[in-house]
Structures are given as structure tokens and as C-alpha cells.
């Protein structure tokens, strides 16, 4: 079993949808939780990054961290079609030297 | 404003030849990384620089070196290409520590024949 759990997707949704983006994880040390967005043949770009658990709004965006249930959200409201990427979760602890333990990523797809 | 930039973009090799993927950052962040990305398996990391004149093994370290040149450049390299080693390398730094986020190169996505 993989640490970090993402559905691979794709998701697709049409424009001006909520998106709701998921990753489960199995290690409850983890502290510092990063969602990052990549484009085709591109690399990652970070959009988020929080410590322990609660929630973050930065401009469309929102990430959500239940540590109770290991369980780490990214909402993205008023979709667009430039957000279509795909969506990875990242998170670590001191425990593991701080080493960045990577979701899969999930591919979204916005329909105009 | 480039941010990390990665050479080559693209490369095909042979089974048995060696090549050097170079990467270089104008951010003046401490640390550098190189990571590998294959279908299905998230990034793995494979070396890491926490500061100039140090470098670190990752999770999937083998068949690879690494070199920190000076604070900006972070160069890997293929000891003797192998097909498991297709795949997306990507290369990326940070100010300082693991814990902080990291910005990514564009890639170097490397053909092993």
C-alpha cells in the first residue's frame, strides 16, 4: 500500500463547477501538506502548502487538512478551463528528514 | 525571471551509454533535488544538495550520481543508461530544508533504448 493515496481520475467537470480533490494518507506523523498543479509537460507548481491541520483560502482555492481521519482536500471554486492539470499532493514530517512523499496525481479536465 | 532551468529538454540513449542532465536555479535557494517521474508512481526522489558542498541519497539512488557545481547548478548523472531509467526527470530547489516548498524545472524527459 502506497503512502499516498490520489485517484488518478480523470475528473471532469464542467466550467464553473466546485472540484473537489482528494488524498488519503496512511503515516499520522505527517505535518506539512503541499498540493501542487502540473500542466502538460511542464513541471510541478506549488498552490498551497499548510502546516497540521484546518483549512486555507487563497483566492479560489482551498485546501483542507483532517488529520483525524488522514484525509487532505484542495477545492477549487468557479472552475476554469486553465485549471485543467493534474492536481499532486505532497506531504512530510521531521520523522522522515523532512523527505517529500508524493501522491500519484489526479488529472482534471474542465469542460467549457 | 527563469527559475530553475533543465538541459537537455529531451535526450534518447543507448543501453550502456552515460549522459549528464544539468540544472541550474537564479532563486539563490540553498537546496537542490532531483526527482523522477513515472506513470502511476508519483515523483521519487533520487539525490538531494541541502547546501552547497553536500549531497544526500534519496529513496531510488542507484545508477545515478550527483554533483553540487556551487550554489546555482545541480548536476545528475547516468553512470550507464539502463531502460528502467526512462522516464521525467525533474530538478528543483528550495530556500532552505526539505520542509519548504519547492519550484520545479520543466523537465528532462529521457529515452533509454
Known amino acids: 500500500q502506497k503512502e499516498v493515496e490520489q485517484d488518478p481520475g480523470p475528473l471532469s467537470v464542467p466550467e464553473g463547477a466546485i472540484v473537489s480533490l482528494n488524498c488519503t494518507y496512511s503515516n499520522s506523523a505527517f505535518q506539512y501538506f503541499m498540493w501542487y498543479r502540473q500542466y502538460s509537460r511542464k513541471g510541478p507548481e506549488l498552490l498551497m502548502y499548510t502546516y497540521s491541520s484546518g483549512n486555507k483560502e487563497d483566492g479560489r482555492f482551498t485546501a483542507q487538512v483532517d488529520k483525524s481521519s488522514k484525509y487532505i482536500s484542495l477545492f477549487i471554486r468557479d472552475s476554469q478551463p486553465s485549471d485543467s492539470a493534474t492536481y499532486l499532493c505532497?506531504?512530510?514530517?521531521?520523522?522522515?528528514?523532512?523527505?517529500?512523499?508524493w501522491g500519484a496525481g489526479t488529472k482534471l479536465i474542465i469542460k467549457p | 525571471n527563469a527559475g530553475v532551468t533543465q538541459t537537455p529538454k529531451f535526450q534518447v540513449l543507448k543501453t550502456g551509454q552515460s549522459m549528464t542532465l544539468q540544472c541550474a536555479q537564479d532563486m539563490n535557494h540553498n537546496s537542490m533535488y532531483w526527482y523522477r517521474q513515472d506513470p502511476g508512481m508519483g515523483l521519487r526522489l533520487i539525490y538531494y544538495s541541502a547546501s552547497e558542498g553536500t549531497t544526500d541519497k534519496g529513496e531510488v539512488p542507484n545508477g545515478y550520481n550527483v554533483s553540487r557545481l556551487n550554489k546555482r547548478e545541480f548536476s545528475l548523472r547516468l553512470l550507464s543508461a539502463a531502460p528502467s531509467q526512462t522516464s521525467v526527470y525533474f530538478c528543483?530547489?528550495?530556500?532552505?530544508?526539505?520542509?519548504?516548498?519547492?519550484?520545479f524545472g520543466d523537465g528532462t524527459r529521457l529515452s533509454i533504448l
Open positions: 528543483a530547489s528550495s530556500f532552505m530544508g526539505r520542509d519548504q516548498p519547492q519550484h
Open positions: 505532497a506531504m512530510t514530517t521531521m520523522d522522515s528528514n523532512y523527505q517529500l512523499i
